[in-house]
């Protein structure tokens, strides 16, 4: 029994997760179907309670549903972009410069386990409801973790390969290009597969605390109507958004660490 | 450069060296010279500060006393035409084989083309040829010292620094080794300050062994090593080679056990 369980054939696997999401899927019809209607929506539906699927595919169609989208999309690329090139050559420069660390390193750390909602009102006092303060949002969300992630991999380069570098008379650029990228970039990515997620979670408080927009407006306003299925459709599709970042940031991170070997 | 002999002019000379890192005096009063076509090995007991005299010479770390200088000049940093082999092989695990080697030639500024046309003669020198494409991980740590080998010959130095480049591989591969750099040597004979823990390689690679010893360490005492070249497997039957080793083993050893007592 333990051996079935833990066994690793490809098609046994396949099955499970097939089960898996069959079963996940029928517990969500069921209570769909057998709840308040104000409060859940099934998944499928029929005719006088229609389900998320009927209205994802809705969406397809809509025209203000499509604005909505790639208003979202928009912030959601703009704010995680500008934290992804500031937060990665930024670590490299601190472990580089020791004492600029140590004079940062506990402002990190802190800005890294706070919890970003907690200064939302803050944005929003000061700068108020624009596209860039929703973009400052996202930022907050996705640069601690790349910056974090980055910074530790950076410190960790092998001594001995700086060693090498400084016996061949490398320059400072050159010691980036051959060195600190290449070292840091696998752990660089880690952050980045950690921010794509938080990145998501930004994005959505951002539209539902600043001026409401996006995905999250509809959200909201599925959630006053009440239109439960059009609310869990929207979900999903974050949700499926979500996986789709976090597969490719997942790929790339494993595509440059190939060099870390069978230990790597 | 004038008056140029087969043993050379002195090409490194080393005067009243010492390094303190804070309260240890690593070495000091350490004076020796290398010609241009010398081979010099060092070796020492553990601790006695020999990997960190040839950091020193290839100018990665600063003396605290003396000075080393390299044709008349004084060492300050790095120099072009020297190059060093590590005995951790520090190569670049993102880079195959042909990438590693060619690093120090990249970094000289060499061409493109350059590089296609030097690289795989020293690939083929080491006996790499049909392992370019292969990435550190995917060879064995003898493998990885021969590509460490060749990105030092790469860069056609005239001093070649060894520090134990043979120090991480097992004991065949390591005999495997020794044998091919006398014969990379031969094929292209340098300016060499190689550093060993083991007996059999200091007189085997050296036309001098040079042994430090103390606390502070300090030149004990230098060994000619009157073998014939070239040199090769056949040297370790030569009478002489049992008597230069016993000779060195003796030195050394004495030393080791005065080390291993005095706490």
Known sequence: MIKLINSDARWIRWLTFAASILLGAAIWEFAGRNANPVFMAPLIGDADTPGAARSLIGFIGDGQFRDAFLSS????????????????PLGIVLARLVLLRVALESYILMLYVTPMVALIPFVLSILGFGFWPKVLVVVLFAFFPILYNTLEGARSVKHELLEVAGSFRASEWSIWRDILIPYTLPFALTGIRQATGRALVGMIAAEFFLSTSGLGEVIMIASRTPDMANMLAAILLIAGLGVILMRGAQALEQKYSAWRG??? | MNNATVNGQPRIVVSGAGKRYGALQVFQGVDFEVGERDVLTIIGPSGCGKTTLLRCIDGLIPLTEGGITMDGEPITAPREGVAMVFQHF??????????????????????????????PGFINLVGLSGFEDYYPYQISGGMQQRCGVARALAVEPRVLLMDEPFGAVDAQTREILQFEMLRIWEARPTTMVFVTHAIDEAVLMGDRVMVLKGRPSSVHEVIEVDLPRPRDRSTLLHPRFAELREHVWSTLMKEAKEAEFKV
């Open chain 1, 262 to 264: 069978v230990d790597g």
């Open chain 2, 90 to 119: 520090g190569l670049f695990p993102w880079k195959t084989v042909f990438q590693n080697v060619a690093y120090g030639l990249k970094l000289a500024g060499a061409s493109r083309a350059e590089i296609d046309e030097k690289v």
């Open chain 1, 73 to 88: 999309i928009k912030l959601f690329a703009t704010g995680f972009l500008l934290a992804l090139v500031i937060a990665v």
